[in-house]
């Protein structure tokens, strides 16, 4: 299939008078879609700051704790594979308000939970219902765009989505300042409320009837399978699958690394992880700048290239002391600000090959994904909590694992996007 992705802004075509309902533009439109993916950054971030609480409140290790994020995580990538190709089929909008109610629902329910595996439990729920605003959200930006202009999209989109990691544990800590982790999923469960009154009202179909998958399940499944052999959309969704694996590792590891290991607090540590964001969000800036110039390919060599010298930087300082709680948060950071290259440009470049199957190959890329990161959760504190070396190790080996699955789309038609 060819790679050009220097085509422009497009939207469905087959029905001049689709959508029924006026598609926001500009700045109404990245808030909205970025409203619906944050759901990724308000289910995994909000509640580490309470990872200790929740360890000695429901008498559980640290590896047990990090399997409640382990199970959100695998919810949101199934989540994702049953959603999107609903979306192809149904439209966009019906899995989307099923999904946010889903949220609701178990988010409350996390808020009672008796005993870890109960939470556990809760916890892929809700990531079965957060899994609509992220793969629908996806769906309707590749609905709207093609090309560069779906990369510099996506690469806008993190201005909003960067909030979810800034701010989602600031409300956290927050919240604990005036009640348990309890509260923290209460709050959640009161965001994905006003989320759900907000798709309601504001969020457009933007797949036409002419567009939507009309076959049976089996044919949806072929179109997947179809998507999973295409070697150059594996090796995108992989790259960007592996780096998303080391952040998790960070976002893992970092609240028992920086609270029980450098001593801070965890007001001290949601800023900390405010600053780390803030390098994501930036990295995707200069991304969605350089999309032109540079060509998305290019930068995504760019952005796990970062990573590698971060990580490699963060293990050096770990395991030697030199430059003590500022090397660590430095490494961080610019760890953060190369995986802001990785994702945009991934992402436009997968999604780019497919847009008569835009749920299907969302559902894939993101499936791949989380569920990357939902194996590497655990491993970040397998060795305890008091040494950082394991969550280094990760942050360095999974990059290059990445830089590994990038050559993969060597040899398949890549074309680079001319000034």
């Known amino acids: 299939m060819s790679e050009d992705v220097n085509a422009t802004v497009t939207a469905p075509t087959g029905d001049a008078a689709w959508p029924r309902r006026k598609v926001p533009a500009g700045w109404r439109l990245v808030v909205l879609v970025g409203s619906l993916s944050v759901f990724g950054s308000l289910c995994i971030d909000m509640y580490l700051p309470a990872f200790p609480g929740i360890s000695r409140d429901l008498h559980a290790d640290a590896s047990q704790v990090q399997l409640t994020l382990t199970s959100c995580l695998t919810g949101i990538a199934l989540g994702q594979l049953l959603i999107g190709p609903i979306g192809d089929r149904l439209g966009r909008r ?19 939970a008796s005993n870890i595996y109960a939470l556990a439990t809760f916890r892929f729920i809700e990531g079965l219902g957060g899994a609509a605003g992220i793969v629908i959200s996806r769906s309707i930006v590749r609905d709207l765009h ?37 509260g923290i999923f209460g709050v959640l469960a009161a965001l994905g409320l006003i989320l759900l009154v907000t798709a309601w009202w504001r969020v457009p179909e933007t797949l036409a009837p002419v567009h939507r998958h009309s076959g049976s399940a089996g044919s949806t499944l072929r179109t997947m399978l179809a998507i999973c052999r295409d070697r150059a959309f594996v090796g995108y969704t992989l790259a960007c699958g592996l780096g998303q694996a080391g952040t998790f590792a960070y976002i893992a590891g970092s609240p028992f690394v920086l609270q029980r290991v450098y001593g801070l607090s965890p007001a001290t540590y949601g800023m900390v992880f405010a600053v780390n964001a803030g390098g994501l969000i930036a990295g995707a800036q200069v991304n969605g700048r350089l999309a032109v110039r540079r060509g998305p390919s290019a930068l995504l060599t760019t952005g796990l290239l970062t990573m590698v010298a971060a990580g490699a930087v963060l293990v050096t300082v770990v395991t030697s002391g030199a430059l003590g709680l500022v090397g660590v948060i430095a490494s961080m950071a610019v760890f953060m600000f190369g995986f802001g290259f990785v994702t945009p440009s991934a992402m436009g470049l997968g999604l780019h090959r497919y847009p008569q199957s835009a749920g299907a190959a969302a559902a894939v890329f993101g499936t791949v994904q989380y569920l990357a990161a939902a194996g590497i959760a655990p491993l970040a504190g397998i060795a305890g909590t008091a040494d950082a070396l394991p969550m280094a190790l990760l942050m360095l080996t999974l990059p290059v694992a990445a830089l590994g699955a990038r050559l993969l789309t060597a040899g398949t038609g890549v074309v680079a996007v001319p000034p």
């Open 146 to 182: 093609a090309g560069v202009a779906l990369v510099r999209f996506f690469s806008t989109l993190m201005l909003m989505t960067g909030l979810g990691p800034i701010l989602a544990p600031q409300i956290g800590s927050w919240t604990l300042a005036f009640t348990s982790w309890r």
């Open 94 to 112: 019906p899995p989307l308000i099923a999904g946010l109610g889903a949220f609701v629902v178990s988010s409350v329910a996390c808020a009672f």
